[in-house]
């Protein structure tokens, strides 16, 4: 019969701890205590083996005694460590403990560290189960918990790629919406101020993919009240040279803005996934004319 790993030994030793009856002179506590600390050797083992579920696993049991304990920052910890485990190739598992986590540091009230937790994910769902709407949501949450902790410009990265995936899911107005609160965010700070002009232009870029020209014009006039200096921007150019085409339903005027504004800033995948949405606007029934 093979030997048992060290991982398997000290698992097997933390388990016989946790079901144990406690004696007369020591409290349920104590035992919870030390099996945790067994679970987390264990779950270490496993790590060095490259078992990654067992360490998850392991983390998790070692969560549980910490829960029973009420020893809440550890059993966050644990939660945590079980997460980092299960994103080796088990992201639904992950999740679940990242959820775990957030439980533990929204009670105790540390929010920041809930926020980073949600991004994380966030990002599990739009790399691992491509689930865009839920990435959605957990970006936004994870934005409103960093601005309630004061972490401005971390907020508004999540909120921005939360109007990027809205804007994938072709949910163009609250793509707007978030948009403009990142612009309006970023106006107030030299730092930020010059990416406003970006959050505009995909702004402006889903007016146009809903087939709505006409707000398209008047929210590019409103950012121009906003910022002065906007409309001289290639970007104010660009989108309202995009407007002009879609408006003369002009194919060829808006293939030549979006190849002459590509030559100077490349466009990425986003800009050229919602442009091409917006040319089929153009080209629709091109036989009538």
């Not at 990242?98 to 540091?105: A, E, R, V």
Request: one cysteine or more; aromatic letters at 10%.
């Amino acid at each position: 019969m093979p030997s048992k790993s060290t991982a398997q030994a000290t698992l097997e030793k933390a388990d016989k701890k946790a079901n144990s009856s406690s004696g007369w002179f020591s409290s349920s506590s104590t035992k919870y205590e030390e099996a945790g600390d067994l679970y987390q050797q264990a779950a270490n083992a496993f790590k060095i083996d490259k078992l990654f579920k067992e360490a998850g696993d392991a983390f998790a049991r070692e969560a549980e005694c910490r829960e029973k304990c009420k020893e809440n920052n550890e059993a966050a910890n644990a939660w945590w460590n079980a997460a980092k485990a299960y994103k080796r190739g088990f992201p639904d598992l992950a999740i679940q403990a990242l959820s775990q986590t957030i439980l533990h540091l929204t009670q105790s009230g540390r929010f920041r560290q809930a926020a980073d937790r949600e991004k994380e994910i966030g990002q599990i769902h739009l790399q691992e189960t491509n689930d865009i709407r839920k990435a959605c949501e957990s970006y936004e949450r994870a934005g409103d918990w960093y601005a309630q902790e004061d972490a401005t410009a971390t907020a508004n990265q999540c909120y921005k790629d939360a109007a990027d995936l809205h804007a994938d899911l072709e949910e163009y107005s609250q793509a707007i919406a978030r948009y403009e609160q990142v612009a309006d965010h970023s106006l107030g700070s030299a730092l930020t101020k010059y990416s406003v002009k970006e959050y505009w232009l995909r702004a402006g870029l889903c007016a146009l993919a809903m087939g709505d020209s006409i707000t398209a014009k008047r929210n590019m006039q409103r950012y121009s009240t906003q910022d002065t200096t906007f409309p001289s921007t290639r970007e104010a150019k660009f989108v309202n040279a995009l407007i002009e085409a879609v408006e003369a339903q002009d194919v060829e005027a808006f293939t030549g803005a979006v190849y002459e504004f590509d030559q100077i800033t490349k466009l990425d995948n986003w800009k050229t996934s919602i442009l091409l949405k917006i040319k089929k606007t153009i080209d629709v029934e091109p036989g009538l004319r």
